[in-house]
């Protein structure tokens, strides 16, 4: 069965940095695109990022400043956030969602940014 | 980019009673238009796809319509166990944009 796992969350320093990954097994990786959404703290769903199945190209939601870059490692089944200059509007948790279906989900990995 | 428009942000409602959410875009999106619901400290779960689509599994009493601009999702009978946020979703391509999410309670 699809599997998605969520790792490399926890508490960062504003301005830092950190990568999330997302470990996936149970179906093909490398012919699926992945998207990124979160969810702060009692607020609703963002979508974040997509990346299609061989990382040729990606969508980025504008609030996000340039700040975050998805990446994927076919050979590993993984794919990866990497976000900087972290502010405390960037505390939530973070999901992978395989494309194109609607209902794989992560469970969710939480990113909280305070001093 | 498309914007995703919910209304209302919170409804309280009876048991037995039919609820509706609307759901705008900015723009056109045929029929690709998602409807997830979810409870606290879970994942969304998918309700309906293609505006209208029951996801196998869940009740009959969910149900949506709407095409173009303009989306509803329909609780026809509420139950306790809907007490939940509802959120539209469009993925009529990559950039899948969420609606802002509507709390149900009951009454």
């Known amino acids: 069965q699809v599997q998605l796992v969520e790792s490399g969350g926890g508490v960062v320093q504003p301005g830092g940095s950190l990568r999330l990954s997302c470990a996936t097994s149970?179906?093909?990786?490398?012919?699926?695109?992945m998207h990124w959404v979160r969810q702060a703290p009692g607020k609703g769903l963002e979508w974040l990022t997509f990346i299609p199945n061989d990382g040729s190209f990606q969508y980025y939601a504008h609030s996000l400043q340039g700040r975050f870059t998805v990446s994927r490692d076919n050979s590993k089944n993984t794919l990866y956030l990497q976000m900087s200059s972290l502010g405390a509007e960037d505390t939530a948790v973070y999901f992978c969602v395989k494309d194109p279906e609607l209902y794989f989900w992560g469970q969710g990995n939480l990113v909280t940014v305070s001093s | 980019d498309i914007q995703m428009t919910q209304s209302p942000a919170s409804l309280s409602a009876s048991v037995g009673d039919s609820v509706t959410i609307t759901c705008r875009a900015s723009?056109?999106?045929?029929?690709?238009l998602a409807w997830f619901q979810q409870k606290p400290g879970r994942v969304p779960e998918l309700l309906i796809y293609a505006a209208s689509t029951l996801q196998s599994g869940v009740p009959a009493r969910f149900s949506g319509s709407g095409s173009g601009t303009d989306f509803t999702l329909t609780i026809s009978s509420l139950q306790p166990e809907d007490v939940a946020t509802y959120y539209c979703?469009?993925?009529?391509?990559?950039?899948?944009?969420f609606g802002q999410g509507t709390k149900v309670e009951i009454k």
């Open positions: 979703q469009k993925y009529d391509t990559a950039r899948r944009t």
């Open positions: 149970g179906f093909t990786f490398s012919s699926s695109g």
């Open positions: 723009q056109g999106i045929s029929t690709h």
